[in-house]
T-cell receptor, first 113, second 111 residues
C-alpha cells in the first residue's frame, strides 16, 4: 500500500465556508497532484507540484489554491465553497523523472450545501 | 486536442473467463501508459504500466498490450474473479507531464 493520506475522508460544509483538504505522503516524492473526480467519471488534474515552492494549475479550471511548503505536504484550499465544488478530490504523488507511476490517497468526498 | 479514452464504458464477464479492457490514445508522442483499478469509495490503485519501447508486459494475472501503430492499449485479466469488479482507467504520461486519464470502464464479474 502507498503511504499517502488524505483528511478528511468526508466533509459536508455550508456555502461560503473556507476549507482546506489535507494531503501528506511519507515516500519522499517530489511530485504531487490533485485530481477532481465526479462519481463514475474520469479524473481531471486541477493542480500539481514538482517540488517545494513550485505549484502549477492543471487542465481543469479550479477556484482552489494549493501550497507546497514541505515536500511531504500538499494542501488544497477553497476560500469560499459553493455547491458546484461538490465532488471527490484525489491526491497523488510520484517520484521524479519521466514515466513514473502515481500513488493515490483514498480521496476526500466534499459536499457543499 | 490530445486525449486518452476507452472504447466501452461497461463490461460484464463470467467468473473464470478472461477480461479485455481497451483504451485508445491520440498523441503519438505518448511514451508511458498505466492501468489503474478503482474500487468504490477508494482511490485508484496501480495495476501495471508499460513504456512505449515495449509492446507487451505481464504481471500477476494481468497483461498489458500496446499497439503504437493504431494507438491502442489493452488490459487483459486472466481468470476474472469477483474481486476484480471495479472501474479500470488507463492513463498516459508524456515525458515529465502529469498523467492524463481516460473515461474508465466498469468491469462487473458475474458469479
Amino acid at each position: 500500500e502507498a503511504d499517502i493520506y488524505q483528511t478528511p475522508r468526508y466533509l459536508v460544509i455550508g456555502t461560503g465556508k473556507k476549507i482546506t483538504l489535507e494531503c501528506s505522503q511519507t515516500m519522499g516524492h517530489d511530485k504531487m497532484y490533485w485530481y477532481q473526480q465526479d462519481p463514475g467519471m474520469e479524473l481531471h488534474l486541477i493542480h500539481y507540484s514538482y517540488g517545494v515552492n513550485s505549484t502549477e494549475k492543471g487542465d481543469l479550471s479550479s477556484e482552489s489554491t494549493v501550497s507546497r511548503i514541505r515536500t511531504e505536504h500538499f494542501p488544497l484550499t477553497l476560500e469560499s465553497a459553493r455547491p458546484s465544488h461538490t465532488s471527490q478530490y484525489l491526491c497523488a504523488s510520484s517520484e521524479s523523472g519521466t514515466g513514473t507511476k502515481a500513488f493515490f490517497g483514498q480521496g476526500t468526498r466534499l459536499t457543499v450545501v | 486536442g490530445e486525449s486518452v479514452g476507452l472504447h466501452l464504458p461497461t463490461l460484464s464477464v463470467q467468473e473464470g473467463d478472461n477480461s479485455i479492457i481497451n483504451c485508445a490514445y491520440s498523441n503519438s508522442a505518448s511514451d508511458y501508459f498505466i492501468w489503474y483499478k478503482q474500487e468504490s469509495g477508494k482511490g485508484p490503485q496501480f495495476i501495471i504500466d508499460i513504456r512505449s519501447n515495449m509492446d507487451k508486459r505481464q504481471g500477476q494475472r494481468v497483461t498489458v498490450l500496446l499497439n503504437k501503430t493504431v494507438k491502442h492499449l489493452s488490459l487483459q485479466i486472466a481468470a476474472t474473479q469477483p474481486g476484480d469488479s471495479a472501474v479500470y482507467f488507463c492513463a498516459e504520461n508524456r515525458g515529465n507531464t502529469p498523467l492524463v486519464f481516460g473515461k474508465g470502464t466498469r468491469l462487473s464479474v458475474i458469479a
